[in-house]
Every structure is written in C-alpha cells, then in structure tokens.
C-alpha cells in the first residue's frame, strides 16, 4: 500500500478487522487522536495540508477542496469495513466526503459519527470570527476552550497556529450545505451538555441526514469534550461498532 499524506495510522494492524477514519477539528492534527485504541479497529486520521509534518502546504480554505483530495486518498483504504468520525470541522468533512463516495460509488462507511458540529443544513447562529483582530480572534478560541491556555501564552507559537486555525475556519464559515438525499448509513451524533457553540437542537437535526437510523449522545463538558470523556466515547464508538 502506497503512503498517502492524508491519513496517518498511528499504528498499523494488519490484524483488525475494521477501520475508523478520524477527521480533526480546526487547527487540529493525528496528533491529537494519537493515543486513540479501539479493540480489533485501526484507526487512520486525516492530515490536512498546512501543519504538522505538511507545514510547508499550502492551507486549503474550503471543505469542497478539502473532501476532494481525501476522496482519492482513501480508495486504497477500503478493503475492510470502516467508520467515520469527525469533530467539529471535521464531522462536516466526513459527511461531505460520504456524499463524495456515493456519487463515485464507492463503498460508504458503516456508521457516520458526527461530533460537536450542528446538522449542516441548519444555519449556524454565530457570527464569524475568522477576520477578528488577533486579540478577538484569541479570545473566541479560548471560550471554546480547545486550544491549551499555556500555548496561547506563547507569542511565537501563536504566530505559527494563527494562520492555520484562521484557514480552517474559513473553511466551516464559508461551507454551503447543498440538498441531497439522506445518507443511507447510520448517524450518531455526540455532543457536549455544555457546548456554546453547538445546540442540542442543531446536534438532534443530524436525524434528517440520514435514512438508516439515528442516535445521539450527550457527553460532560464543552466543545472539547473529546478530551475530557476520551475513554467514554472510545467506548462508545467499540459499542456502535460491534
């Protein structure tokens, strides 16, 4: 199998029986799932250009351009059942990217979760903050508390995140839902009970995006509670796969 840059295992299993493709939020990376286990599952996370190992990338600053290379990269990857899971950004990534793959009849994933991202036809109530000054533009991060306060206290580190995460949020605040049939693989949608940024209105209305059955789930804590309740929502995800 060739290496794409656009997926990264954190460890290959030849053994595992399933795939779970993670799709990071704004200004993420693999690194951030690395720790991710889930039994008999290989986990393969999406590396946007722009950062990590892909800093001298150009940053792509619209889903549609976004899904289009992923769509290539992860034909190969498709000889064993798989799932999506994408937070905030990145669960309208997978979404977009299940549309791509029944378009091009490719095989479609099992199960789609969709985390911290409001239904994509519902309109988001915030403004956007992508051209804020820096010292606005910081501050709507920290309310969403997913970048580490000792970080943003870092000058030059700031310099580095900035255009990325700035690039990334253009992408989501400029994205357009396009009507289409509901996918014909399950959603669960997962939130947290106390997310400003997503409803569980919004969250609840991922029910419409699908004709093969939907859950939701509620998890403690913010927009970042993926960190916070990791195991729980592993074992969710070991759960919903079997």
Not at 5 to 27: H, M, T
Not at 48 to 71: A, C, T
Not at 124 to 132: G, K, S
Not at 168 to 178: V, W
Request: aromatic fraction near 10%.
């Amino acid at each position: 199998m060739t290496p794409s840059p656009w997926f990264v295992p954190p460890r290959v299993d030849p053994n595992a029986e399933f795939r779970l493709f993670i799709f990071p939020y704004a200004g993420g990376s693999p690194a951030a799932f690395g720790k991710w286990t889930i039994e008999n599952t290989e986990c393969w996370t999406a590396h946007y250009p722009g950062r990590g190992s892909r800093y001298s990338e150009p940053m792509i600053k619209n889903i549609p351009s976004l899904v289009e290379p992923l769509s290539r990269a992860i034909r190969p990857l498709l000889d064993k059942p798989f799932a999506f899971f994408g937070h905030s950004m990145g669960a309208v990534i997978a979404f977009e990217l299940a549309r791509s793959m029944r378009r091009n009849d490719l095989p479609l994933p099992k199960l789609l979760f969709a985390s911290a991202f409001g239904a994509p036809h519902i309109p988001d109530p915030h403004p956007p903050i992508r051209t804020l000054p820096d010292d606005e533009f910081l501050a709507a991060l920290q309310k969403l508390n997913g970048t580490p306060s000792e970080l943003l206290r870092q000058p030059e580190a700031i310099q580095l995140l900035l255009p990325i995460i700035r690039a990334d949020f253009e992408a989501i605040e400029t994205y357009q839902y396009i009507s289409d049939h509901p996918l014909e693989i399950p959603i669960v949608a997962i939130g947290g009970s106390h997310d400003p940024r997503v409803s569980q209105e919004r969250l609840e209305g991922w029910s419409t995006q699908t004709s093969a059955g939907f859950k939701s789930h509620i998890f403690d804590g913010d927009h970042f509670f993926i960190h916070t309740e990791k195991e729980k929502i592993l074992d969710l995800i070991q759960e919903e796969l079997t």
